[in-house]
């Protein structure tokens, strides 16, 4: 800030509280099917609950283990995000029922005469009578200054009954509140004793227009039209939206209510029998100046729907609404009388509306068994690429129960070019035996993988796991990728990322009953000396997961799990820690607080032992002229990361009686 010139007291703020952020070592990334749902997009899911919510329960004609894989890890972790691929999928659909409601015009109205109507309505379905009186206030003729019984005399509900008034100039009309062929609307009006006559209704043709003639009481019926259909389309594809009755009596998909209330109808969204959305979705919309018209709107009154959309449309092909909202969308346009109202057509009131009932969704389509959705395209972040996006802080990526060795490796590329988490990868389910799976690993199996593993970015469990999935009521077989995610994080609640997944500690699997294979200790050691992590069903301490090295062949600290998520934790620390220093002066004060900054961090690794060492230099020495000139600040951090101890040797000396044994 600028010093005053004159005396004064300034007080300069200078924040250098720069601190390490706690970054979240434990949010999974999983790509597979679902029936429902958002698709190609990572969706953040909490709980249990909320993943059968949004995605519906697991299906087993659903290729590979996507919901049960979710399911699993979400018992250790309550963050993960997942990512429904599809392909060739479709919208449930439902065709809901549009016509015009009951109407008669009014007239004959002598003012010396009682101003009582007297009706009775019927609904859609002909049935549900309801009968009342309404009355109406003129001093000499009908015009918009008129008035109905404690309600304006303009397109109003007439106190709580079912019936609306329309006012047009000198014309007055009435329409009950259902819209259908099958409601029927009866009125009929006080004649003077003397003989003058009252009330006279005309019944409106098809067309909207008035009957030349008219009785002072009549019956007169809506219609359903054949020349305007409304479809509602669940927003996301998929068999999950089909309502349909399970064999427990629940019942399972969308279904969408329609309330004729009046003047506003209600829109229900109902999903597993439940309610979840309600709209008062209905109103009195004027397309031109002498024409109304009953649409189903959604306005910014009104939330937009999480499940449903709709198109309303011509029998020509006419689309009149977008594809996002209820409401005719181009001035002028609208329908009336059951055919699309144009501006030559006669400038008289249209009720029409949506009819009322309950109409279920159907014909959703999940899509085909299509594997190569899973991987998506880069460039428009479908499929696993969703997961490419440094703000969802993804750790772990496992696409369960998906073998294909061009999937797999997709998704370890995206791992190493992202830098952001380890992948979990396993053989085939019936792969064979101990050797079966090492070939497969080694690139020995021409029919699943015939090139072999080989990154720091990715692990490879085996055999596969018996576990009973609820859904199905019986024992599955599960791929062991998962409890290898849900063991990770287990690890960073119990103790931290940089402590190794495995043994039996934070490596015992609880909920498994059997493996596909039971391994000796030969067929541990030749698995592990192949980089296959081996999951072991031992008689007396039960399924563990007993190894935990990368599939990286070089003997490297990063052959180690838990060297490998240290080191992504370490990144994203640091990428934190750097961004404040951006654009600040590259001179011996910056690499100063650069220094400061990070020193605390290293402190804090080595006291939870995640390193036995550690050091940061930024200086002249890392800051070279030509590094500076090219406007690069360089900061070297050097850490010596704690292996962890895998095999516990003892060794037992014997000596003679006369030996000095030294303790």
């Known amino acids: 800030m600028a010093i005053p010139t004159s005396p004064s007291v300034v007080v300069l703020e200078n924040d250098i509280s720069i601190y390490t952020p706690n970054i979240n070592s434990s949010v999974v990334g999983i790509v597979g099917f679902a029936n429902k749902g958002p698709t190609d997009k990572a969706t953040l899911i909490t709980s249990q609950e909320n993943l059968i919510r949004l995605f519906g329960k697991p299906d087993s004609s659903l290729n590979g283990q996507g919901l049960e894989g979710a399911l699993e890890i979400l018992e250790a972790t309550n963050q993960v995000y997942f990512v429904r691929a599809v392909s060739d999928a479709g919208a449930a659909s439902a065709n809901v029922g549009v016509g015009a409601c009951a109407a008669v015009h009014v007239g004959g109205y002598n003012p010396a005469m009682p101003s009582s109507i007297y009706y009775s309505i019927t609904n859609h379905a002909g049935v549900n009578p309801t009968a009342g009186t309404v009355e109406l206030v003129s001093s000499t003729s009908f015009t918009t200054s008129a008035s109905i019984l404690l309600n304006a005399f303009n397109p109003e509900v007439i106190s709580d009954q079912p019936v609306f008034a329309y006012v047009d100039g000198s014309g007055v009309y009435l329409a009950s509140r259902f819209a259908g062929s099958g409601a029927s609307f009866t009125v009929s009006g006080n004649d003077d004793p003397d003989g003058t006559a009252g009330w006279t209704f005309k019944p409106l043709d098809i067309d909207g227009a008035a009957s030349a003639t008219g009785a002072s009481s009549i019956t007169t019926k809506g219609y359903s039209s054949s020349s305007v259909d409304l479809t509602v389309y669940s927003v996301y594809p998929g068999t999950g939206y089909n309502l349909s009755g399970l064999r427990d009596g629940s019942t399972q998909g969308l279904s969408v209510e329609i309330n004729n209330l009046s003047v506003r109808d209600q829109v229900v969204v109902n999903s597993d029998g439940a309610q979840i959305e309600s709209f008062n979705a209905t109103e009195l919309s004027p397309s031109s100046a002498n024409s109304v018209e009953f ?110 060795d061009a999937i797999q490796n997709n998704l370890i590329t995206l791992a190493e070019s992202s830098k952001n988490f380890l992948a979990l990868v396993s053989p085939p389910f019936g792969v064979g035996e101990v050797q079966d799976a090492v070939d497969w690993m080694n690139g020995k199996d021409q029919t699943s993988r015939p090139a072999a593993l080989n990154s720091s970015y990715a692990a490879s469990y085996w055999p596969w796991v018996q576990v009973f999935n609820p859904f199905a009521a019986a024992e599955q077989w599960y791929d062991p990728a998962i409890f290898a995610a849900r063991q990770c994080v287990f690890t960073d609640a119990v103790s931290d990322p940089w402590f190794a997944p495995a043994g039996f500690r934070r490596g015992r699997l609880t909920k498994p009953t059997a493996t596909e294979t039971v391994l000796n200790q030969g067929d541990k050691d030749v698995l592990y000396s192949n980089a296959v992590n081996p999951v072991v069903n031992d008689p007396t301490t039960g399924i563990t997961i007993f190894g935990q090295k990368t599939s990286q062949r070089t003997p490297t600290a990063l052959d180690r799990v838990n060297v490998r998520r240290l080191m992504i934790y370490i990144r994203k620390v640091l990428l934190q820690l750097g961004k404040p220093f951006q654009f600040e002066p590259n001179d011996q004060f910056t690499w100063e607080l650069v220094e400061d900054a990070i020193n605390p961090f290293l402190d804090d690794l080595l006291a939870r032992r995640a390193i036995i060492a550690g050091a940061v230099k930024c200086d002249s020495t890392t800051n070279t002229p030509l590094r500076v000139d090219r406007n690069e600040l360089w900061c070297s951090v050097t850490i010596k990361p704690t292996k962890a101890a895998e095999t516990i040797v003892f060794e037992v000396n014997l000596t003679s009686q006369s030996a000095a044994i030294n303790g």
């Open 295 to 404: 649409l189903l709107i959604d306005d910014e009154n009104n939330n937009k729907s999480e499940y449903i959309y709709v198109e309303l449309v011509s029998s020509s092909g006419d689309d009149y609404l977008a594809p996002d909202q209820f409401g005719v969308t181009a001035t002028g346009a609208g329908f009336g009388g059951g055919v699309p109202f144009t501006s030559g057509a006669a400038a008289t009131p249209r009720f029409l509306k949506v009819i009322e009932g309950t109409y279920s969704l159907a014909d959703g389509d999940s899509g085909a068994a299509n594997d190569l959705a899973l991987v998506g395209a880069a460039a428009t972040k479908t499929g696993m690429y969703a997961l490419d996006d440094d703000s969802l802080n993804i750790s772990l990526g496992v696409i369960p129960g998906i073998t294909d």
